[in-house]
Each structure stands twice: as structure tokens, then as C-alpha cells.
């Protein structure tokens, strides 16, 4: 496979392969799985861009867990309240649950800071996070991300469940944005 792929009109190149993706995805479930042991975890995966990390989380962990798949809907709300974010999807009855969200990128922290805040109307036991990649020069919000597979520098990735304007979620490695 070619280590540089075009998507729409930008081109983006080879940054993380997919067998070491998978390798710290195995590490980082082996952690959340001794952390919560003894409790039946929910995993809440936020779709889309979370689907492969969730493949690959739920297939290395070995504790007794459940999964379910939410969705954050944003919509124009008036000139004061700007974009909401509305929680779609949550089926599950989360209150007294230890909910671990999974996420494909914490960037700003926005999405996840609303999230939180959806969650928490619901009387979760507890609420964490997991991501496949943080940003940390690019997050904004006090929230500890509990726990990050990848750290990587506040550039444009692809791939791996990540999308460009659509495209790219299939891709199985992740690419960057060649300036
Ligand atoms: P935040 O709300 O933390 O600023 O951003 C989270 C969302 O922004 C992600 O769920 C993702 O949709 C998008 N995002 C942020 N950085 C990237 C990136 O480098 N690549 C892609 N494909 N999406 C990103």
C-alpha cells in the first residue's frame, strides 16, 4: 500500500501503522480492564469515527463489560447559545453505571465536555474516557482525558475510523495532512 494517500483535494501521508495502533489499543485494554476489575463497565462508543478503536478496545479486553452506541447530534441553537449538542442514541439505563466513553480524537475537549454534561443528567456511577488520540496542545477544557492509546502534535490525522470531509474512515492506518 502506498505510504501517501489523496482524499477530496488534500493528500496525506503515512504517520501511524496500523499494527502499532493495534498494539497500543491491546496495552490500553489490558489497563482499563485491571482498573475496572470486579465491575461490569458500559462502553459507550461515539459514532462514526469510533467504530474501529471499539473493534479493537472490546476485542482485547477481557473483563465482563457492556457496549452501546451513541451519537452527538449539533445543531444551530440561538445567537447566545451557539451550536448544541444533543446525546442521540442512549438506549441503556446508565444511572449507577461505570460508563467509560470511547472517542476517536480529543481535540478542543468540546465534544467531549458536552458529553460529559449529557452524561451526567442520566446519574452515572461514573464517567471516564477513552480515546484513540489526544491533542494535548489543541484541548481546552480541565477535564482529565483518564485515558489516551496515541498523544500526537495538533495536526490534521486521518484514517482508522477518522474521516476527511467523509472520507478515509476505512483507511486501516492513520495518515496525516501534508501542509
Ligand atoms: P473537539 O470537540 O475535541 O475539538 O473535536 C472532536 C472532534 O473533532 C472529533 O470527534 C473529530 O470529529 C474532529 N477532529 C478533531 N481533530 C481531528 C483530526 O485531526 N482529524 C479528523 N479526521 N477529525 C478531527
Known amino acids: 500500500m502506498s505510504n ?3 482524499l ?3 493528500t496525506f501521508d503515512l504517520y501511524i501503522h496500523q499494527k502499532d495502533i493495534v498494539e497500543t489499543i491491546a496495552s490500553l485494554a489490558h489497563r482499563i480492564a485491571a ?3 470486579g465491575k461490569r463497565p458500559l462502553f459507550l462508543s461515539v459514532l462514526n469515527g469510533s467504530f474501529m478503536f471499539t473493534a479493537d478496545l472490546l476485542r482485547h479486553y477481557t473483563g465482563e463489560c457492556e457496549v452501546s452506541f451513541v451519537k452527538l447530534a449539533s445543531y444551530e441553537g440561538t ?3 451557539g451550536t448544541i449538542k444533543e446525546l442521540i442514541g442512549l438506549n441503556e439505563n446508565i444511572k449507577g453505571r461505570h460508563v467509560i466513553v470511547l472517542e476517536d480524537i480529543v481535540d478542543t475537549g468540546n465534544t467531549i465536555d458536552a458529553l460529559f454534561a449529557a452524561l451526567a443528567i442520566h446519574e452515572p456511577a461514573s464517567v471516564k474516557v477513552a ?3 489526544y491533542k494535548p496542545e489543541a484541548y481546552e477544557k480541565a ?3 483518564d485515558y489516551t492509546a496515541i498523544t500526537i502534535p495538533n495536526k490534521f490525522v486521518v484514517g482508522f475510523g477518522l474521516d476527511y470531509d467523509g472520507l478515509g474512515r476505512n483507511l486501516p492506518n492513520i495518515y496525516q ?3
Do not use: E, M, N
Request: glycine share 0%; aromatic share 4%; charged share 15%.
Open 4 to 6: 501517501v494517500v489523496s
Open 8 to 10: 477530496h483535494d488534500k
Open 35 to 37: 482498573d475496572y476489575a
Open 79 to 81: 445567537a447566545t447559545t
Open 131 to 133: 480515546t484513540l488520540l
Open 143 to 145: 477535564h482529565p482525558i
Open 177 to 179: 495532512l501534508i501542509q
